[in-house]
């Protein structure tokens, strides 16, 4: 296939956006900055918008069955960030090689890497589901969740845990094609992922029409049929010899040294997602202890958040290929201004959303949930939120550079000061000795996310991320 690059040529509106959905450009080493944002952001925020659709659609089917169902979704997504902070170490570790081969024009090696990283994904998936089949009661008592919730729906974690590979791949693969700059299939991915999901949650989880009520394994169920769909249509395209990324059989035998390399790569970007998520788990503990309903609420109004976060992933991940192509192409300070362009868009939007959010979070809430308990804390808690997240925008996009750069050592030492040594701390001095129970929780994310922005513009503009070598 023919590398096509972007002209430097005034285009309308929609045909930029028709271009973008169906991945007609791959190389955004030359040409328009803002061009090249749109053309990679648009369908990588769709990605993003789809992948939180999953767990909008879910939490909307699950709170009919009851707040202690919601609460089980939440708890044992909270379990699961684990496994996400790992399947999105390797997609970075992926997309960071994959772009700067890319940016060198060399696909070959390029699709070697993405056999790799395929492997080292199953093999983790293999461990986390041996876990989650063999103790899925003790992962939800850990959470704190109380011994009636865990007898009654500790099937459902086991569920979600011991067919983890579909997530793995679904994120690992989505890593390879934003590298390669094709986030078109990404996108597409999920689409076809989200209406399976969508069409089986109501069937699956009320009961209608000849199908079983099974509650809240129906969204198990659904959900990991949904993504399974997704990962065969991902397969089939790296598969099929029609993408910069060509996969055989043959490139499925383990290269221990491209391994190590991705490893080496990936395991700062493991790390730094695994300091986040062991911080949202403690954060989702404290949270537990105000009861089942006040943490439905709080679950529900993270997965709001979820839904609005992903989109501005989208373009930071956008940023990310961009630093890695342009880097590979030899372009450093292409890559520095795209990146400032992206955190500016990116918190351009986090701005609309903190209005919203400010102004209708209750709304927000009674579109999802009927209990009156859920509804107060879910709104306080998007309130409180929407006052620091325009400060989430530059903390995102700069991180997301990093990793894109190959540097994933810099932020991982960031989360690691910003979320384990002071965000952990702050929340449990706020919420238990000055007993501010939840509020305190909202609150240390806030701060933490602000300073998570000011280090991190203060390190990027260093430059040294400039000079890093994969």
């Known amino acids: 296939m023919t590398v096509q690059n972007i002209q430097p040529s005034k285009t309308s509106?929609?045909?930029?956006?028709?271009?973008?959905?169906?991945?007609?450009?791959?190389d955004f080493t030359t040409g328009s900055i803002d061009r090249a944002i749109f053309l990679?952001?648009?369908?990588?925020?769709?990605?993003?918008?789809?992948?939180?659709?999953?767990?909008?659609?879910?939490?909307?089917?699950?709170?009919?069955?009851s707040p202690a169902a919601a609460a089980t979704v939440g708890l044992t997504e909270s379990s699961l960030t684990i496994l996400y902070s790992i399947a999105w170490g390797l997609a970075m570790?992926?997309?960071?090689?994959?772009?700067?081969r890319a940016g060198e024009k060399d696909f070959k090696n390029a699709s070697s890497v993405a056999a790799q990283v395929i492997l080292i994904a199953a093999a983790f998936s293999v461990l986390v589901s041996v876990i989650?089949?063999?103790?899925?009661?003790?992962?939800?008592?850990f959470m704190g969740a109380d011994?009636?919730?865990?007898?009654?729906?500790?099937?459902?974690?086991?569920?979600?845990?011991?067919?983890?590979?579909?997530?793995?791949?679904?994120?690992?693969?989505?890593?390879?094609?934003?590298?390669?700059?094709?986030?078109?299939?990404?996108?597409r991915a999920l689409i076809l992922s989200n209406i399976i999901n969508i069409i089986l949650d109501p069937l699956l989880i009320m009961g209608y029409g000849p199908f079983p009520e099974m509650g809240l394994m129906?969204?198990?169920?659904?959900?990991?049929?949904?993504?399974?769909?997704?990962?065969?249509?991902?397969?089939?395209?790296?598969f099929g010899g029609k993408d910069l990324i060509r996969l055989s059989a043959s490139q499925f035998v383990a290269d221990m040294k491209m391994i190590r390399h991705l490893l080496g790569t990936s395991s700062g970007a493991m790390f730094q997602f695994l300091i986040g998520s062991c911080s949202w788990i403690f954060l989702?503990?404290?949270?537990?202890?105000?009861?089942?309903?006040?943490?439905s609420g709080y679950i529900t109004a993270i997965r709001i958040c979820i839904f609005t976060i992903l989109p501005a992933w989208g373009i930071a991940n956008a940023a990310a290929t961009l630093t890695g192509q342009n880097l590979g192409a030899g372009f450093p300070d292409r890559a520095e201004k795209s990146v400032w362009r992206s955190a500016f868009l990116a918190f351009c939007f986090f701005a609309l959303v903190a209005v919203m959010f400010f102004f209708l979070g209750e709304t927000f809430m009674r579109f999802f949930t009927a209990n009156e308990v859920a509804i107060k804390e879910g709104a306080k808690c998007l309130n409180i939120l929407s006052l620091g997240y325009i400060f989430f925008a530059y903390g995102m996009v700069l991180t997301q550079a990093f990793n894109g750069a190959g540097d994933t050592r810099t932020p991982t030492y960031i989360n690691l000061c910003i979320y384990w040594a002071f965000q952990i701390p702050l929340a449990y001095l706020i919420a238990k000795y000055w007993n501010m129970g939840s509020t305190g929780v909202y609150v240390a994310i806030n701060c933490a996310e602000t300073a998570l922005a000011i280090v991190s513009i203060i390190i990027f503009r260093r430059g040294k991320w400039k000079l890093v070598k994969v």
């Open 40 to 65: 990679l952001a648009v369908p990588m925020i769709l990605e993003m918008v789809l992948e939180s659709l999953f767990a909008l659609v879910d939490i909307y089917f699950v709170n009919k069955v």
């Open 218 to 238: 129906g969204a198990a169920y659904a959900t990991t049929i949904g993504r399974g769909c997704g990962v065969l249509y991902q397969f089939y395209h790296l």
């Open 147 to 187: 011994a009636t919730l865990v007898e009654e729906h500790y099937g459902f974690t086991r569920m979600m845990l011991g067919s983890n590979i579909v997530i793995m791949l679904l994120f690992v693969n989505n890593g390879i094609f934003r590298g390669a700059g094709d986030a078109s299939i990404a996108m």
């Open 132 to 141: 989650g089949i063999l103790f899925p009661r003790e992962i939800l008592a």
């Open 13 to 26: 509106f929609f045909t930029l956006l028709k271009q973008a959905i169906r991945g007609d450009v791959k």
């Open 93 to 100: 570790g992926a997309t960071a090689l994959i772009a700067r």
């Open 284 to 295: 989702a503990k404290l949270v537990a202890e105000s009861g089942v309903e006040v943490t």
